[in-house]
């Protein structure tokens, strides 16, 4: 072996093992400005308003009160932008590529997704919990959904399986999982490609890429496809990459307005899209279902792609929302949100159906308490050692990629 050869080796060597220092250094940099613009206040108020629009659609229904239409159905939707451009953000931080970049990238989000929802799934098996429970007829318990549903809600992969979710929040997770297998590679090939032609070109390829699936599969329920809320996660890629180009910011105020607005908007959508120019069923409280709907279902892909693109296109024009009671409260929820999202629908049947106080107002309070109380807990106990664990783990992987 030549001298020239040997200091290539070590070249080599010490350069994976600096990015090995990197990675595991990486969560305990003190954020700088810019991070602290994209991973806290602006964001947590979104994943904020995200978890609330499902948590307050589900208790209001649960109390039979109408009103919120379709707006559980938005509140995931931002929940998808969300994640892909705070993921976006986080591979960014990491400064890997390649292998070590995927390897550290899924092990991260296994631990971070697969520990509660398996908790979550054995804890609504064990004890009957309805999967949607204040459906008519929920009380009496969840239907056991055979060994071939279970072991499609544990591995997260019902929208392929076509099993039912055990727990109706569920159903998301699975796109979320399998997003998880494109975002590096998306991060990868926006770094070689970063214009923002480029971006706008991926976006659309894959509008037109769930638009053929759906044309394709019509006679499936929509929210079967597997590419429907694709374009959904690109719009939190977009609104990353248009975070690096260091674009003019609006006052942060403004972000609070932007947000009530969009889902203002998506609730008056949804009113049209149920009554059509037939006002007067609104007024008189008449209900047209899903299937006697004025708008074609098509629009409803329109409708949710438009919506994430429009909040991802926004995301990078605002400055920081400089509230301290604000920040301090989203930060909290956001925290927390992933438990909530979970936890909350069995703490709904717990409150409404099994304790049955004759006033739903008291059932709802006890709800949002008894919420919060599970969340924290299980974020204590599952959810930030998993965490912990997947980043230590990751960082074994990564040295034995740099050493192999």
Known sequence: MTMQTVA???SAIAEDCSRVKDIENSTLKPRSASEATTDLANLDLLRSVAVGLVFLTHTMAAMRIRGLGDLGRFGVLLFFVHTSLVLMLSMGRME??????YTVFIVRRIFRIYPLSLFTICLVIAFHIPSVPWLAGAIGGSIWPGWPGLFS?????????GSASVLCVLWSLPYEVQMYAFLPLLYILIRRFPSLRAIALIWLGTVVVAGLEYIVRSKMDSDSLLLRYFPCFLAGVLAWRLLE?????LPGALWVLVVVALVMLYRLEDIVRVYGIDWHGLLHGTFRNDHKIWLPPSLDLVRDWAFCAVTGLAIPFFADVKGVWLNASTRTIAQYSYGVYLCHVPMLWVC???????????SAILTVLLTALVSFVLYHVIEHPAIRFGKQFSKRLVRSIAFA
Do not use: D, E, M, Y
């Open 153 to 161: 809600n544990f591995f997260l992969i019902q929208n392929i399986t």
């Open 8 to 10: 290539a080796t070590a």
């Open 352 to 362: 409404f159906s099994l304790l049955h106080f004759g006033n739903v107002f008291v």
């Open 245 to 249: 180009t260091g674009r003019r910011r």
């Open 96 to 101: 890997l590529s390649g292998v070590r970049l």
